[in-house]
């Protein structure tokens, strides 16, 4: 029997000065290879620093960082490490950047002796040979610039299908980061949407963590501090947005509910949002919280210590109640609001049951009641 402890990666909370040093202050021994979107660098002002050290051969840079990331995404940063032979990686952005991160990590050694082709990649994303073949992983340090996805503590990285046809998750214990460095000074320059779906993406990861199925006592407390932590100061934030205290709260609440998710996964609401943010490219946070409220009731009877779940809910006036009004002025949470055409449900139905996501719900979902759900949304 093989023991694994409950959270892996070293944390530490920083600033913008451990930012440069982190740059600057590399082990000069390691090869090391930055991925961070060339705008966020010059908005961060390190950009000098990683080009000085490219210069002296000692670092390689991945300057672009798509969001939602495809095969190809993951093709294209391969070819620009090339045969650099990175031996740590710093990822410096939000839940894509580092899961470009993880896939170099896990599919450089393993790639580096044939033709990179997004075929190749498909395959390797399709038969998990990242996870039961031998190879290196290179070790990541993760920095997120965003209060939401909790990558930098998880194990899991999502890449998107370029044909729009399904979802892929690199998961496996060898691509958690080896150090999670938090600044919350980053998240200053989210504007408030992007605030906003990655605080719900959070909000999102810590409910469903609590009633997953692999859920235990410590993951439903670390979750329910998460949520309470979400819920007191996402609306906060929309409305101060330059506040370093409230945006450290988000960071927190993000950080609690990455490290209950890590060992869960999530469930229905995830699975349910896959195929809306595919199909139609509305934010993987705004996509979950769609059903969170919906799915929350269902799940309810089934859930131990439901009622502890559902007080936190009503200090904050209800769930659905508060996600409208954190939402106001920002968007409306309705499927019509992002011009999803009624007769779109049924393809979304189509595409909501990702294995190990829908079926790590307490409660096996129909797609009648996934129909159900997003017309309630609608």
């Known amino acids: 029997m093989s023991y694994l402890p409950f959270c892996s990666v070293e944390i ?4 913008m000065q451990g930012l440069h040093d982190l740059i600057n202050e590399y ?10 979107d060339s705008f966020t660098t010059d908005l961060w002002d390190i950009t000098k620093d990683i080009e000085a050290a490219m210069k002296l051969g000692h670092m390689a840079w991945i300057d672009k960082c798509p969001g939602n990331p495809t095969q190809q995404d993951i093709l294209n940063a391969l070819e620009k490490v090339a045969d650099f032979e990175p031996e740590q990686i710093i990822a410096v952005g939000g839940g894509s950047t580092i899961d470009i991160a993880k896939a170099v990590s896990a599919f450089y050694d393993l790639l580096k002796k044939e033709e990179i082709t997004i075929a190749n990649i498909t395959k390797v994303l399709k038969e998990k040979t990242y996870a039961t073949t031998e190879h ?3 070790d990541i340090i993760a920095v997120p610039s965003a209060a939401g996805t909790g990558s930098e503590v998880t194990r899991f990285a999502t890449i998107w299908d370029v044909d729009k046809v399904s979802k892929f998750s690199i998961d496996c214990q060898q691509n958690y980061a080896k150090k999670a460095i938090i600044i919350p000074e980053l998240t200053l320059t989210l504007p408030k949407r992007l605030t906003l779906s990655t605080g719900l993406d959070a909000l999102s990861h810590a409910t469903e963590a609590f009633w997953a ?3 235990n006592y410590l993951v439903k407390d ?3 501090r998460a949520i309470d932590l979400i819920m007191t100061n996402l609306p906060k934030v929309l409305a101060d947005p ?13 950080l609690l509910a990455g490290i209950a998710f890590a060992k869960t996964r999530t469930t229905a609401c995830h699975s349910i949002s896959y195929p ?5 490219g509305i934010e993987h946070g705004l996509a979950c919280a769609l059903s969170l409220d919906a799915v929350s009731k269902i799940n309810r009877e089934k859930t131990e210590l439901a009622d502890m779940l559902f007080e936190v809910f009503q200090k904050h006036g209800g769930l659905q109640n508060w996600i409208d009004k954190t939402c106001e002025g920002i968007v409306q949470l309705r499927l019509s609001y992002f011009n999803v055409p009624k007769e779109g449900i049924d393809k979304i139905v189509e595409g909501t049951f990702t294995k190990g996501r829908m079926d790590n719900n307490p409660v096996d979902i129909t797609p009648e009641q996934v129909k159900e759900i997003l017309l309630s949304v609608y």
Do not use: H, W
């Open 222 to 224: 670390i979750a329910l």
């Open 136 to 138: 290196n992983f290179i």
């Open 276 to 280: 809306i943010t595919m199909q139609y």
């Open 242 to 254: 330059d506040n370093i205290t409230l945006r450290t709260a988000m960071s927190r609440g993000a």
């Open 27 to 36: 082990n000069k021994d390691k090869k090391t290879l930055v991925i961070c």
């Open 12 to 15: 530490e909370f920083s600033n």
């Open 213 to 215: 199925k692999p859920t």
